[in-house]
């Protein structure tokens, strides 16, 4: 029995996203929080958490979408063609909230409200967009000859739009909880004071998208709703539930970590949940990851190179993490 290349490159691809939803999910969600934090030095601070590591967080989209194009060509080509606008307008938001974390700390005091409206505008956009092209993704991509057969504007529909605003309470969440994991003080009693809001406004934004997914795709329905699978995954929304109630107590009890990593959980099984719907379909809703794959000898070759790489991307963040752990206060930080 040989190796499965096409099944060891999905599971790099589905590891690297991920990655990234988790790791840029909480500075985008600093920025989308910058409206309910007036003041400039609790904004200094906010910043500050996320300093260090932002610009590293997003190696693992780099990662995800070099991997795509190396060991699954036909949906790179599909995916993009379909997707070139949102994911263009994805891409000018990280743009304009990157400018803006490097030129908001130079700027006089008079100018840095430019910056500040540019990072809420860029983490905005970026996180909308990303939502978009999810909802757009999982509405499914025409495919013939080996071509995408859709429009321009395919992904502009009512589910697409919803999901990039799903996406903004989810990622709003995960700064909040960031935010009381690494502040103090008035900051943190105020992300305390949003955090129960955002954890209910997450679990009624992922029943919303878990009820319209199978109403709008009856294949999806069948994966979830037919025996025995019903019983096999119904642990995921149990779990979500539980989860949801444990994480509203943590706020309650004002913990400094629980909320941070309960969110992470509900990301986690979130993402779970797409891949049961979407499993092995690389391209929904029909074209799987052994139908997309390059040739094996394409995917050894560069499967060597990302088993070589991907130990030192983790062993850096993981060290980045360690050495800027703990609080950060107004006179601490990236200056």
């Avoid at 502040?183 to 209910?200: A, D, K």
């Amino acid at each position: 029995m040989g190796i499965d290349l096409s099944l060891i490159w999905a599971i790099i691809i589905v590891f690297g996203v991920m990655m990234y939803v988790v790791m840029d999910g909480f500075d985008l969600g600093i920025g989308i929080l910058f409206p309910f934090v007036k003041d400039d030095g609790e904004r200094d601070v906010m910043m500050n958490t996320v300093a260090p590591v932002w610009d590293g967080n997003e190696t693992w989209l780099v990662l995800g979408g070099a991997g795509l194009f190396a060991a699954f060509p036909l949906a790179y080509s599909v995916v993009l063609s379909a997707l070139y606008l949102p994911i263009i307008f994805m891409l000018i938001g990280l743009i304009f909230r990157g400018v803006a974390f490097e030129f908001r700390f130079k700027a006089q005091a008079h100018k840095r409200h430019i910056w500040d409206k540019a990072f809420i505008g860029g983490s905005l956009a970026a996180t909308f967009f990303q939502g978009v092209t999810l909802g757009a993704y999982i509405d499914g991509i025409p495919v013939e000859n080996r071509l995408y057969a859709g429009g321009a504007l395919d992904w502009l529909t009512p589910f697409s739009l919803f999901c990039g605003l799903a996406l903004i309470v989810a990622y709003a969440l995960l700064g909040c909880t960031w935010l009381i994991m690494k502040t103090e003080g008035r900051l943190q009693e105020q992300m305390h004071n949003l955090g129960t809001p955002l954890v209910w406004a997450v679990l009624l934004v992922t029943g919303i998208v878990s009820i319209w997914t199978p109403l709008a795709h009856e294949e999806i329905a069948r994966r979830w709703f037919s025996l025995p699978n019903l019983f096999w995954f119904l642990p995921v929304p149990l779990l979500v539930l539980l989860c949801t109630f444990a994480l509203l107590r943590a706020i309650q009890r004002y913990a400094h970590y629980a909320p941070f990593i309960l969110t992470l959980v509900l990301i986690f099984l979130g993402y779970s949940g797409l891949g049961i719907s979407l499993w092995p379909n690389i391209i929904p809703p029909a074209v799987s990851i052994w139908a997309a794959a390059a040739p094996p000898q394409s995917q050894g070759f560069t499967l060597v190179g990302a088993l070589f790489i991907i130990p030192f991307i983790l062993m850096y963040t993981a060290w980045s993490y360690y050495v800027f752990r703990g609080k950060v206060t107004p006179d601490q930080g990236y200056h």
